[in-house]
């Protein structure tokens, strides 16, 4: 027969403190994380109005500059001037 002695002496639980992670990539059901980027890794897709549209005064300044992700695919016109950068100027 075997006694099970059960052992009340387990190591204490260190917890890891760790500074909140910033989100650097769009959530999965972004539509346009293939194509935009945002500073902050917001979805440009969360920002279209009623017009099916996003532009930069829409958008808060903390995902400002948006990258655009294929140079020539800026289908909300974000990046007026082509360098790849969107709303660059606020
Ligand atoms: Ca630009």
Redesign the pocket.
């Known amino acids: 027969m075997t006694n099970c002695t059960a052992t009340s002496s387990n190591p204490p639980t260190t917890t890891t403190t760790r500074p909140p992670t910033t989100t650097t990539t769009a959530p999965a059901g972004c539509s346009t994380k293939t194509v935009y980027k945002a500073k902050n890794g917001a979805c440009v897709a969360s920002y279209v109005d009623g017009t099916g549209d996003v532009d930069c005064g829409q958008l808060p300044s903390a995902m400002k500059?948006v990258s655009?992700l294929n140079p020539g695919n800026d289908p909300y016109q974000l990046?007026?001037?082509?360098?790849?950068?969107?709303c660059?100027s606020g």
Request: hydrophobic share 20%.
């Open positions: 500059p655009v990046d007026s001037d082509g360098d790849g950068v969107g660059e």
